[in-house]
């Protein structure tokens, strides 16, 4: 029912800044909660930033300390994570997802987008 599609990544040097973006198409955008979750290999999966249907609540995994911002665009259907200070321990793919109203789990995933940082 839901399709993501992220983009943004790529490769950058230590303390820039990279801007993520997803695209939904399906469903209705404006009442799920979403969410920005990373993995790099060997990893488990870790929650980055989540946000609600008007952006009125944001929440960030505890290793954000300020430097990402999570933002929404209801009307055109996107989601944004803005990246600065960014450190080598931030490399991974980063993956956009979805929680409907009432569900439990994120269970609508886009396919990622690959974040290297080099020193």
């Known amino acids: 029912q839901v399709q993501l599609v992220e983009s943004g990544g790529g490769l950058v040097q230590a303390g820039g800044s990279l801007r993520l973006s997803c695209a939904a198409s399906g469903g209705t955008f404006s009442s799920y909660r979403m969410g920005w979750f990373r993995q790099a290999p060997g990893k488990e999966r870790e929650f980055v930033a989540g946000?609600?249907?008007?952006?009125?609540?944001?929440t960030y995994g505890d290793f954000v300390k300020g430097r990402f911002t999570i933002s929404r665009d209801n009307a055109k259907n996107t989601v944004a994570l803005q990246m600065t200070s960014l450190k080598p321990e931030d490399t991974a793919v980063y993956y956009c997802?979805?929680?409907?109203?009432?569900?439990?789990?994120?269970?609508?995933w886009g396919q990622g987008t690959q974040v290297t940082v080099v020193s």
């Open positions: 946000i609600n249907w008007n952006g009125g609540s944001v």
């Open positions: 997802a979805v929680r409907r109203p009432g569900v439990r789990e994120y269970d609508y």
